[in-house]
């Protein structure tokens, strides 16, 4: 079974195709659109911009963070440390889930994540800077 499924999304008609059986996704390289394709595609042409987008062979673990500079949501293969992203080119530090930690801000209480072992961590909400270690109580491990 085919079927082709059409929607305005931001005022442009969004095609997708369904394909019976397995299907996957990866994200546009061009306009950062969720793109759908059957298991076995090798490449997948984006309705939206045309741009072809090679498929992570078989077996290939992907991973997710949303940029730093941008907050567009990036998808990156598994075990990278860095992921430039290609709209504002902002290169992020990609920390696996045992690589970070979390601490309430000592000032709002804001839950802040930091790289495991630092000593400091400074808020973006009130620019309060929080030492590590200070509330041994509320900082908390997050990974294996």
Known sequence: ??????????????????????????????????????????????????????????????????????????????????VQCSCCHTVNLALEANQVAHVNCGNCRMLLMYQYGARSVKCAVCNFVTSIGAFPSIEQKVGT
């Open 1 to 82: 079974m085919i079927c082709l499924s059409v929607y305005m999304f931001n005022f442009q008609l969004i095609f997708f195709i369904c394909f019976s059986g397995n299907q996957s996704h990866l994200v546009c390289s061009g306009c950062r659109n969720l793109l759908l394709y059957p298991v076995g595609a090798t490449s997948v042409c984006c309705a939206v911009c045309s741009v072809i987008t090679t498929v992570p062979p078989p077996g290939t673990e992907m991973a997710q963070l949303v940029c730093g500079g941008c907050h567009t949501l990036l998808m990156y293969v598994r075990g990278a440390t860095n």
